[in-house]
């Protein structure tokens, strides 16, 4: 058995393992070491990572992205609303108030919530893991923002039992890049000594998180976090740059791609 870290995003997720004395991430069955964090469906088949991404454009109904933040949220929550309205696939209301993404799979319409389409990924995720290792994963650990509050996080635990996972730790995405600074850093100072200081700026896609940490040889205290989780990610920054292209295009040609899901997503990409 093995432990593996995974990074999950909004936009790819990363898969990693400690072994030979250091972090090697592990590159997926397209030999790329980011996995898109989409889900798409077929008529017979569920298609996870980069085969999904692939098929976007001539499958956008059923192919599933954005999703990470509608974890733990309601329908009717300000967020949720204001992140499906720029999607094409089909997002309701369930019974409860629960988000239900309606997708046409095996003949009928079927309603996923976002945890079972997280779900999925993660067990592409695990299975990759599996394939590289050369043994059975079960046990996990996964970054998440810090700002993620509990019900966020306990949708995400929910989601990794789903997929058959025992998440040992939910690192903060804070925590796990000052981590990855200082665990093999040789001149920190000593116990007794002064702390080094260091700010970390996380730029994701959705949002900005910025950490302050000190450092002691063998030894990192968390000072503080900051963040904006929808203002100036680097989403926010191609909706920008997507709606000035888009007005410069209809002044120009008078095509407007704006209120067109196909043509907005090619103009972002």
């Given amino acids: 058995m093995a432990v593996v870290g995974v990074d999950f995003g909004n936009l790819n997720c990363y898969i990693s393992v400690a072994r030979a004395g250091g972090i090697e991430t592990i590159a997926n069955d397209y ?63 369930g019974q409860h108030g629960e988000i239900r993404i309606q997708i046409a799979y095996l003949d009928q319409k079927r309603a996923f919530t976002p945890e079972e389409i997280t779900a999925m990924l993660l067990t592409k995720l695990k299975d990759t893991a ?51 600074y200082g665990i093999y850093k040789q001149d920190l100072p000593a116990p007794e000594e002064k702390a080094r200081n260091v700010i970390f700026v996380d730029a994701g896609h959705v949002g900005v998180q910025v950490s302050a940490a000190s450092f002691n040889k063998g030894k990192l ?39 067109k899901p196909k043509q907005m997503l090619k103009l972002t990409t």
Wanted: aromatic content about 8%; overall charge positive; hydrophobic content about 40%.
């Fill in 31 to 93: 030999s790329q070491r980011d996995t898109p964090s989409v889900v798409g469906f077929s008529e017979r088949q569920r298609i996870m990572g980069v085969g999904a991404k692939n098929q976007l454009l001539t499958n956008l109904k059923r192919t599933v992205f954005n999703f990470k933040h509608m974890l733990g949220r309601k329908f009717k929550d300000p967020y949720v609303q204001d992140t499906i309205r720029n999607l094409p696939y089909e997002v309701s209301e």
């Fill in 130 to 180: 599996e394939e590289a290792l050369k043994t059975k994963v079960k046990d996990i650990v996964i970054s998440c923002p810090s700002y993620f509050v509990d019900a966020e996080r306990r949708a995400l635990l929910d989601a990794a039992a789903i997929a058959g996972l025992n998440v040992l730790k939910l690192m903060n995405d804070t925590t796990a890049t000052a981590l990855a």
């Fill in 221 to 259: 205290i968390m000072k503080a976090t900051a963040f904006d989780r929808r203002n100036v990610g680097g989403a926010a920054f191609d909706a920008a740059l997507a709606k000035y292209f888009a007005e410069d295009f209809k002044a120009k040609t008078k095509l407007d791609p704006l209120g």
